[in-house]
């Protein structure tokens, strides 16, 4: 089984570039979630989708735009990268509520704007 | 709003030795509680996780952890570390509430070195 499927793994960016992170489930899921991992500050929500066809702000939205493409696909677009984007980003799901199940998350996408 | 603190920010250990680390929340209703692990270069994966009943819950590779709802707690623990166990791990909350999105908060973060 794949999962939770993350593409590109690693990207560099200069500054103003845009660029999509990809994210694909294939465990019928239905919530979708962007985290951003920065030493010293755990994992931050980024964006959500609680279920298709919709989507909402996460603690850190700003500088980011999200797509939840169908059930399986929620894409995360930066714009205009700017240094403070350099993290890793990861793509998680979840069966969503009622059920609160754990998170399964991607592998993850290490990007560095410079 | 709900929260997660882990005090112990990194851990070195020596092979064999015990292990517990701390994790407290801030909610103050029904909680289902996590812990992730993140090994060198991985993503986040579950350890364990409690969700009601019994307060004291066993995970994978021997990892256990305490749900101390008067202390708004949920330690890991394990009896003695491995090499393998060097990791990052994260203690995590998700807050219920009716209707509305999961909202899973992850503490920090505690990085544990384990000593051959």
């Known amino acids: 089984n794949a999962g939770v499927t993350q593409t590109p793994k690693f990207q560099v960016l200069k500054t103003g570039q845009s660029m999509t992170l990809q994210c694909a489930q294939d465990?019928?899921?239905?919530?979708m979630y962007w985290y951003r991992q920065d030493p010293g500050m755990g994992l931050r929500l980024i964006y959500y989708?609680?279920?298709?066809?919709?989507?909402d702000k996460g603690e850190v939205p700003n500088g980011y735009n999200v797509s939840r493409l169908n059930k399986r696909e929620f894409s995360l677009r930066l714009e205009s990268a700017a240094p403070s984007q350099t993290s890793v980003y990861f793509c998680?799901?979840?069966?969503?509520?009622?059920?609160?199940?754990?998170?399964?998350f991607g592998n993850g996408t290490r990007l560095t704007v410079t | 709003a709900q929260s997660v603190s882990q005090h112990n920010h990194h851990v070195i250990l020596s092979e064999a030795a015990s292990l517990e680390l701390g994790c407290n929340y801030s909610y103050g209703g029904t909680v289902n509680l996590f812990w992730y692990v993140q090994y060198p270069g991985q993503h986040l994966q579950l350890l364990l996780k409690y969700f009601s009943g019994d307060p004291l819950v066993k995970g994978i590779k021997g990892f256990e952890a305490e749900f101390i709802k008067s202390k708004f707690s949920f330690n890991l623990r394990k009896p003695s570390v491995q090499w393998s166990d060097t990791a990052e791990y994260f203690c995590?909350?998700?807050?219920?509430?009716?209707?509305?999105?999961?909202?899973?908060?992850f503490g920090t973060g505690t990085k544990l070195q384990v000593i051959p």
């Open positions: 995590a909350v998700n807050a219920l509430r009716t209707g509305g999105y999961q909202k899973v908060t």
């Open positions: 989708s609680a279920s298709e066809g919709t989507t």
């Open positions: 465990m019928n899921h239905n919530s």
């Open positions: 998680a799901s979840s069966e969503g509520q009622p059920y609160n199940s754990p998170l399964h």
